[in-house]
């Protein structure tokens, strides 16, 4: 059981990637991946018309969204 660098969180030694002859790393891997995700963007979602027809018709179903329920429409 460590302690993480980044997070401060005490983990098995199984959360943290191994460097070989070095050991393991001084952060953990759920660390590690987010460092990760934060530098590289997600890569945009593309459209999907059906998703697209399903929210439109499901949006005039419910009808409009009321910022207040006080507000008569
Ligand atoms: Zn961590």
Not at 23 to 44: I, Q, S
Not at 54 to 59: E, G, H, S
Not at 62 to 67: C, E, K, L, N, S
Request: glycine letters at 6%.
């Amino acid at each position: 059981m460590r302690n993480c660098n980044a997070c401060q969180r005490l983990l098995p030694d199984l959360a943290f990637p191994s460097k070989g002859r070095q050991g393991r790393a001084g952060t953990c891997t759920v660390c590690v991946n987010d460092r990760r995700r934060y530098r590289m963007p997600l890569p945009p979602i593309p459209r999907d018309p059906v998703q697209i027809d399903l929210n439109n018709r499901a949006d005039r179903w419910y009808g409009f969204v009321r910022p207040n329920p006080g507000w008569r429409i």
